[in-house]
């Protein structure tokens, strides 16, 4: 697996049941059709998309997400930089959970400062700009890797409210 691996597959669910085509991934993602397609092959080599790569396996997925990822992708903060707000500090979650350091994404177009969270992918923000639910499961994705027991505990029941009850 790849890191922007889980993005496609984040992607995916985020498209719901709207039809979408390799190029369309490719193009909502800034990530060549080649690399989407390489993508999907090791997803389906583990058990993450079907073999059509068109649904992707929600309870491995998640299982993935949950117990694998913050040991395959782990991430430290590290400098304060300018870019986009990931982990508690999205927005959505800015109202219940209270924290004194914020996390980010650097980008040059960013409007908030926070420690660095470098992204799974270069385009992550850019994608995540063009998409709300990409961003907001991006955003959970980000509190599995630096949060603490709370953000992390948050983010399970998020992800499993959305990958599993939908």
Do not use: C
Not at 2 to 7: F, G, N, T
Not at 49 to 76: C, S, T, W
Not at 98 to 115: F, K, N, S, T
Not at 152 to 161: F, I, T
């Amino acid at each position: 697996m790849r890191p922007q691996d889980i993005v496609i597959l984040l992607k995916i669910v985020a498209l719901g049941n709207r039809p979408w085509q390799l190029k369309d991934l490719a193009q909502s993602l800034f990530i060549s059709p080649s690399e989407v397609s390489e993508s999907l092959n090791r997803s389906v080599q583990a058990g993450l998309i079907d073999h059509r790569k068109k649904r992707v396996n929600r309870q491995a997925f998640y299982e993935f997400m949950v117990y694998g990822l913050p040991y395959v992708f782990p991430q430290e903060p590290g400098r304060i930089s300018t870019g986009m707000p990931t982990a508690h500090a999205h927005p959505a979650f800015r109202k219940s959970i209270i924290a004194q350091e914020l996390y980010v994404w650097p980008e040059l177009e960013g409007q908030e400062r926070g420690a660095h969270i470098e992204p799974l992918y270069p385009k992550q923000a850019k994608a995540a700009r063009e998409d709300e639910q990409l961003y907001l499961l991006l955003a959970l994705v980000d509190m599995l890797r630096v949060g603490k027991l709370r953000e992390k505990k948050l983010a399970m029941k998020e992800l499993e409210k959305i990958l599993l009850h939908e």
